[in-house]
């Protein structure tokens, strides 16, 4: 149930499922967010998306540690 919470919170390495560091870079496409992280373990590159509603993607940042 917890993948469903605040994205980027305790996701999991896509190879190794090493508990993934907060994101590295974030791409913006039209409407959408890429997140990119990069697992500490095995150095797998794991990206997600997600759809962005107007300012609320500020919020969502904001919600979240900035490091
Ligand atoms: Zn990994």
Redesign the pocket.
Known sequence: MKEFQLPGVGLK??????T?PSVTRTFKTEGFVTRERI??????V?TTSERVINSRELRRYCSQPCE
């Open positions: 390495c896509g190879a190794c499922s090493a993934l697992c500490p373990a095995c150095g797998k794991n």
